[in-house]
C-alpha cells in the first residue's frame, strides 16, 4: 500500500499538473485506488488540486494558483499552441490563430475565454474591432510551458475536435 502512495506522490511530482485519468493510466491502478491515495495525500499535505474546465489536476506543493492553473493548461495541446503563439508573435489575432493553427474560430474563441478565466491572457481590440490575445505574464509562461508537455491522450482528445470542427465547417 506504502508503495503505491509513493508511486502516487513520485508521479505528482515528476508531472505537475497531471490530472486524474492521466495518474491512474499511467501508474495502471485502479480508479478507487487513485482516489484513495490521491485523498490521503490531499490530507497529509503532500499535494495540491487545481480544477480546470471539468478536469481535476495534481501538483506537489510549492505552486500559485496561477502557476497551477496555467500548468494544467499548457498540458492541453489546442491552448499550449495558442500560448506558443502568442509568445512567438506580439498580440496575435483569434482569426490569425484560427488560420495558423488550422482550427475553427469557435475553437480558438473557447480556448481564449479559457486563457481569459484563468488570468493567463488578455484580450484587446484594435482600430477594427479584431481581437488579439495578450499574455498577462509571458516570462513565467515561458518558464511553465518547458516544465510540462501534453499527453497523448490529451494531443488525441485536441485532434479530434480539429476533426469535428473540421467537418462541420465544411
Known amino acids: ?29 485502479a480508479t478507487g485506488q487513485a482516489q484513495y491515495h490521491l485523498r490521503n495525500l490531499r490530507k497529509a499535505g503532500s499535494l495540491d488540486i487545481e480544477e480546470v474546465r471539468g478536469r481535476t489536476h495534481y501538483f506537489p506543493p510549492g505552486y500559485e494558483p496561477w502557476e497551477q492553473r496555467t500548468i494544467a493548461l499548457l498540458r492541453r495541446e489546442t491552448v499550449r499552441s495558442i500560448i506558443v503563439a502568442a509568445l512567438e508573435e506580439s498580440e496575435p489575432s483569434a482569426a490569425g490563430l484560427a488560420e495558423d493553427l488550422d482550427v475553427a474560430r469557435s475553437t480558438i474563441s473557447w480556448h481564449v475565454s479559457t486563457l481569459l478565466e484563468a488570468d ?30 501534453p499527453s497523448l491522450p490529451d494531443r488525441l482528445v485536441d485532434r479530434f475536435t480539429r476533426l469535428v470542427d473540421d467537418t462541420l465547417v465544411d
Not at 1 to 29: C, T
Not at 137 to 148: M, Q
Open 1 to 29: 500500500m506504502r508503495d503505491v502512495r509513493r508511486a502516487v506522490d513520485q508521479h505528482v511530482e515528476s508531472n505537475p499538473g497531471v490530472h486524474f485519468n492521466e495518474l491512474a493510466r499511467n501508474l495502471d491502478i
Open 120 to 149: 493567463v491572457a488578455e484580450k484587446t481590440y484594435d482600430q477594427k474591432g479584431r481581437s488579439h490575445i495578450t499574455l498577462t505574464r509571458p516570462a513565467e509562461t515561458r518558464r511553465l510551458l518547458n516544465e510540462v508537455t
